[in-house]
């Protein structure tokens, strides 16, 4: 496995400011969660967006609506089936938070934000600007690199109720890491969720579509941002089998792998002409 720096303390990457401010631009969090350097990327790019979405029918902005608004829509199902702990790790810039206990006044429910203590720090200045206040909102320091200790994704999970359907969710994480880091961390995840009477996890991921008409182009983007953000961003299988496969050889007992163009219309999300590079996987421990 590769050695990877294990860092407790860490900025708001170039990428994340960039996904915030299209969210708050969208309406999906609160004008206090964007920064000046999420603006600043977000205008300077919107013409390379705009020429992709012209000459190759592909639009990140729509990508990132795609993949926040389905996590949504997946996590108010789990919700309605059950689920009454969720917790997000590296939840970032995100308000799905303040939105999902905002949406469910009355319910049951008990939502953790993870993330390393600087954006904790950051995330608990926005959410008292926003006024916002809820019991069953908690904000909480975790590393998902870490395998004991208070930071610890075991340390987390051994806090709550077990007896309660749970769901983790991470959204814009998984990318971050080479495979071998990642599936480690899934090995550890979903030995960690067996022993609830329900655990399950929904997360995003961006496959090496081979396949895909626009690959060369897609390929030499993606090297064009890791220069950009100065920060690796590889990508992980080539296919729906493959991935299922992986998530299945870490430990978890299903994965289902879905597809956000069969979503599009339920979600009233902008379509693409070209099929989209990501998808949402579901799994359960």
């Known amino acids: ?12 990457s170039l990428t994340g400011h960039f996904t ?3 969210w708050c631009n969208n309406h999906l969090s609160p004008a206090s969660f964007s920064s000046m350097l999420g603006k600043a990327m977000y205008y300077g790019t919107r ?4 020429l992709s979405n012209l000459t190759i029918g592909l639009k990140l902005e729509t990508m990132l609506l795609q993949r926040h608004c389905l996590i949504d829509e997946l996590v108010n199902q789990a919700i309605d089936e059950g689920v009454t702990q969720i917790i997000e790790i590296a939840s970032g810039l995100s308000a799905r938070g303040m939105r999902v206990l905002q949406g469910h006044p009355n319910g049951e429910i008990q939502y953790i934000e993870a993330d390393l203590p600087d954006m904790v720090i950051w995330k608990n200045k926005r959410l008292k600007k926003e ?5 069953r909102h908690q904000l909480t320091e975790c590393n998902i690199l870490r395998s004991e200790g208070e930071l610890s994704i075991e340390h987390l ?3 709550l109720d077990k007896t309660k359907k749970t769901l983790i969710i991470s959204e814009g994480l998984v990318n971050y890491f080479p495979l071998d880091v990642i599936e480690t961390f899934w090995t550890r995840l979903a030995y960690a969720l067996s022993s609830f009477e329900e655990g399950q996890y929904l997360f995003e991921i961006w496959p090496k579509a081979s396949d895909h008409p626009f690959a060369p ?3 030499s983007a993606q090297k064009v941002i890791e220069f950009i953000t100065r920060q690796e961003v590889p990508l992980h299988y ?3 089998q493959q991935i299922k496969a992986g998530l299945e050889g870490c430990g978890f007992s299903q994965a289902n792998v ?3 163009d069969k979503f599009t219309d339920s979600l009233k999300v902008p379509k693409m002409d070209t099929p989209t590079l990501f998808r949402i996987v579901k799994a359960v421990a």
């Open 47 to 50: 013409p390379v967006d705009w």
């Open 157 to 159: 999970l051994s806090t």
């Open 131 to 135: 006024g916002f206040s809820d019991e």
């Open 258 to 260: 879905l597809n956000p």
């Open 1 to 12: 496995m590769k050695n990877i720096e294990i860092k407790d303390q860490s900025p708001v």
């Open 238 to 240: 080539t296919s729906d």
């Open 20 to 22: 915030g401010y299209v």
């Open 217 to 219: 182009i897609i390929f």
